[in-house]
Nanobody
Framework: QVQVVESGGGLVQPGGSLRLSCAASGSIFSIPVMEWYRQAPGKQRELVAKSTSTGSTNYGDSVQGRFTIVRDNAKKTTYLEMNDLSLEDTAVYYC???????????????WGQGIQVTVSS
């Protein structure tokens, strides 16, 4: 059983910063991919940031240069550091990991429950 739990959301003023955390637990052998998505009201879920176990990172165009994804493999945790937040960043943020529960086993996706980030003055 694998669990994924996000934390750190809340209300922040435009131009402010916030850091989200996502902790994975359970029977995990490896986590090749850790990602952050978000979904604003009336919009489709979109990829915000992605981090692989090989060290590569990718960002959505709208957050490039403002958001940073960091992973701590020992803690099975990923962080999303968000700076210069704007009203358009308001959304529910979801953490997704692709994990293996055993060596040479298949990858499976595990989602967190989502956490609200609201940018408002």
């Amino acid at each position: 059983q694998v669990q994924v739990v996000e934390s750190g959301g809340g209300l922040v003023q435009p131009g402010g910063s916030l850091r989200l955390s996502c902790a994975a637990s359970g029977s995990i052998f490896s986590i090749p991919v850790m990602e952050w998505y978000r979904q604003a009201p009336g919009k489709q879920r979109e990829l915000v940031a992605k981090s692989t176990s090989t060290g590569s990172t990718n960002y959505g165009d709208s957050v490039q240069g403002r958001f940073t994804i960091v992973r701590d493999n020992a803690k099975k945790t990923t962080y999303l550091e968000m700076n210069d937040l704007s009203l358009e960043d308001t959304a529910v943020y979801y953490c997704n990991i692709e994990a293996q529960t055993r060596a040479w086993g298949p990858r499976s996706a595990y989602w967190g429950q989502g956490i609200q980030v609201t940018v408002s003055s």
